[in-house]
């Protein structure tokens, strides 16, 4: 499903193997945002996930983390976490039943929202 939405969209997708991928979405402003897709296996509820990340930035602690707790309220699919030491926009949902519109849709949602923050918290385009 990556792999066509990447084209689709003019993005570039990577399969590291069956279950860790990557695609560099085009946002706004003619930027690009990196995505990582990941499929695991969720033990207590024995299911696969699909998890979609992006980073941000490193945490730093001028960093205002309500307002960013406050923010997720107004998303669809995402969440920010502090992951591998960088704080992440990230989406996660059961692959059982999930449509690949679904799919497209998280990922830009992780993609936007990952852009939009690094932007407001760095000034900069890093990931």
Do not use: W
């Amino acid at each position: 499903m990556m792999r066509k939405y990447a084209e689709q969209i003019g993005g570039q997708f990577t399969e590291y193997d069956h279950s860790q991928s990557i695609i560099i979405m085009p946002v706004s402003g003619g930027r690009y945002q990196t995505v990582l897709g990941t499929v695991t296996q969720n033990d207590l509820y024995h299911r696969e996930l699909i998890s979609l990340h992006s980073k941000i930035c490193s945490p730093k602690p001028e960093i205002d983390y309500r307002m960013l707790l406050e923010q997720t309220a107004y998303f669809n699919y995402c969440r920010f976490v502090v992951k591998d030491n960088y704080l992440q926009v990230e989406a996660v949902a059961p692959i059982i039943g999930i449509t690949e519109e679904t799919i497209k849709e998280m990922i830009q949602e992780v993609a936007n929202l990952a852009d939009q923050f690094e932007l407001k918290l760095t000034g900069e385009d890093i990931h």
